[in-house]
């Protein structure tokens, strides 16, 4: 596609259910980053991927996050055992990361709400 | 770790007029800053950035400058638009295994009044 995809565009789940949060980045961008928006705040880095590789996630609040990339294109952000506190837009951004060109694009995201 | 601060939290200006949004950041390694605009219910787009080692950046009605000695960076906007009006936000990062890890300001609300 045109630019960085993400699915489902709208989560409610309940209070202890798992979501799965997926993001299709734009073709050959080697980077894929994770970002968390609340309400009203600009984005708070999750976790970073070079191709498959998970290399940075510290910014993953608890071990209830997980992140994986297992094919160095689509990823997926998984939340266990989800809290009301989850509740935020959750954004993917991929970046070429090439001959200086580190433009971060965002894809629409995906609100979830923790009920 | 980075902080990077942003100010004013709103803005409101007439239209024709400039508008000026200023962040600060804590860590002197930061060498990349982006600002982002993002309109209502969209996405972060990127509208213009600069590197550690430019003072200043234009981009027709947006320009951008840099103090690395202040640490201190400011997003400029000339004869302002309606179509302007939008969240502003700025990051930094800095170079770390060859990505660009965003810490971003909490962005600035910025409405151009006809």
């Known amino acids: 596609g045109a630019g960085v995809s993400q699915s489902p565009r709208y989560k409610v789940t309940k209070r202890g259910q798992d979501v799965a949060l997926r993001c299709d980045p734009i073709?050959?961008?080697?980077?894929l980053y994770w970002y968390r928006q609340a309400l009203g705040q600009g984005p708070e880095f999750l976790t970073y991927?070079?191709?498959?590789?998970?290399?940075?996630k510290s910014g993953l609040p608890n071990d209830r996050f997980s992140a994986e990339r297992p094919e160095g294109s689509i990823s997926t952000l998984t939340i266990q055992r989800t809290e009301q506190r989850d509740s935020a837009m959750y954004r993917c951004?991929?970046?070429?990361?090439?001959?200086?060109?580190?433009?971060?694009?965002f894809g629409q995201g995906t609100r979830l709400t923790v009920v | 770790g980075e902080n990077v601060e942003q100010h004013p939290s709103t803005l409101s200006v007439q239209e024709g007029d400039s508008a000026v949004i200023k962040c600060t950041y804590s860590?002197?390694?930061?060498?990349?800053f982006p600002w982002y605009k993002q309109e209502l219910g969209k996405r972060p787009q990127l509208i213009i950035d600069?590197?550690?080692?430019?003072g200043e950046k234009k981009d027709q009605r947006i320009a951008v400058t840099l103090n690395k000695t202040a640490k201190h960076f400011s997003l400029h906007i000339t004869e302002t638009q309606p179509e302007d009006s939008a969240v502003y936000f700025c990051?930094?990062?800095?170079?770390?295994?060859?990505?660009?890890?965003?810490?971003f300001g909490a962005g600035t609300r910025l409405a151009v009044h006809p």
């Open positions: 951004a991929s970046s070429l990361e090439s001959q200086g060109r580190t433009e971060a694009f």
């Open positions: 073709s050959g961008h080697v980077s």
């Open positions: 991927f070079n191709y498959e590789a998970q290399q940075d």
């Open positions: 860590d002197s390694a930061s060498n990349y």
């Open positions: 600069i590197r550690s080692n430019v």
């Open positions: 990051a930094a990062s800095k170079p770390a295994r060859g990505y660009n890890k965003l810490i």
